[in-house]
């Protein structure tokens, strides 16, 4: 029952944007590939005081059309990946640092984005990419490896639970004026996804970093920088194995601005080292995304947070993804 209480909202619950102002966005690549890995999706340092309670529902979109062939190795991913991830956070005890559960639910399908995404490309004069010679609400999620084998091969939607994972926070110095402590967070995700639907890896991942933030007041609002960086570790995956790498480094640089209370502007680049040992870019290159969006509070009922990403590096993730978030304060904290 004192669990119960514990999760049990306010009436309202707090604002998620109570807190200091939080810069960057709450996701990682939805490379097809690459998504079933232990990346970290919230990086940012715990809040000074003792951590709330909090409630997230997050949606990423992202369209797919990639097409690449290097030393024998054909890539090919065209069709459209959904995560819903349900994140509850609160305190550790005698407020020692925090604690993070997710669990996802993942679904490959067709392109019903195909159409939107075509005219505004159109529109603003951006490249098609192989877009107009592909069939429309398609999926198809293709890898053959140098030697002809038949890597991956997913030709109809897919969905299910993906990986759920548990992270943890500790404060790793005091914060000075201006800033939130520096802090450690690990990750530790288990293989509860099926890998032969590319909804998790089949193996353990752990993910350790290091996150801090900066933020001052100016004439025109509130401005923060988050910055991030860590190493993932992989236990055997069953996706492409023979090509899969046990470590990976990722880095996240983002920055935040508050002209005003109900608003936020965020933008993100978020870069990690190749998950395969691949000539292909798709596999064997480092990934990179940037990502812009918004975030409204919602005056006592949360944060709602809206967002888009390119691939900053061509061909490495989704052609584009979409954002949507909403963050609740159930109990605890500061104001």
């Not at 969006?293 to 061909?315: I, K, Y």
Request: hydrophobic residues 40%; charged residues 20%; aromatic residues 6%.
């Amino acid at each position: 029952m004192s669990i119960l209480a514990c999760l049990a909202p306010s009436s309202p619950p707090r604002a998620a944007t109570d807190n200091p102002l939080r810069p960057s966005f709450v996701t990682a690549t939805l490379s097809p590939v690459s998504h079933i890995y232990g990346l970290p999706r919230s990086t940012e340092p715990l809040t000074p005081g003792r951590q709330p309670f909090t409630a997230r529902l997050h949606l990423d979109w992202a369209s797919h059309d990639t097409i690449e062939s290097a030393a024998g190795t054909g890539v090919l991913f065209d069709g459209e990946t959904q995560r819903l991830t349900l994140a509850l956070s609160g305190p550790l005890p005698a407020g020692t640092g925090g604690w993070t559960l997710e669990a996802p639910y993942v679904r490959h399908a067709g392109g019903s984005l195909d159409q939107p995404i075509d005219t505004w490309h159109r529109l603003l004069g951006l490249p098609q990419g192989g877009r107009p010679i592909r069939p429309r609400n398609a999926v198809l999620f293709r890898v053959r490896d140098g030697n002809g084998g038949e890597g991956v091969f997913l030709d109809r939607h897919r969905s299910g639970p993906g990986d759920v994972a548990l992270g943890l926070r500790l404060p790793l110095m005091r914060g000075k004026a201006g800033t939130a402590p520096a802090t450690l967070g690990i990750r530790l995700e288990a293989p509860t996804g099926s890998p032969d639907h590319l909804l998790g890896s089949g193996g353990w991942d752990l993910a350790a970093w290091v996150g801090a933030n900066r933020s001052i007041t100016t004439a025109h609002g509130e401005v923060a920088v988050h910055g991030a960086a860590g190493l993932l570790g992989m236990t055997g995956s069953e996706v492409l194995s023979g090509l899969h790498r046990n470590w990976a480094g990722f880095g996240r640089l983002a920055a935040g601005f508050r002209p005003w209370r109900p608003i936020t502007l965020r933008g993100q680049v978020d870069l990690h080292s190749p998950f395969y040992d691949s000539p292909a870019r798709p596999l064997g290159g480092t990934a990179g995304e940037f990502r812009l969006g918004a975030g409204l509070d919602l005056t006592g009922w949360g944060e709602l947070r809206l967002g888009v990403s390119e691939d900053l590096l061509v061909e490495t993730a989704p052609d584009i993804t979409f954002h949507l978030a909403w963050t609740v304060r159930l109990r605890g904290g500061p104001r």
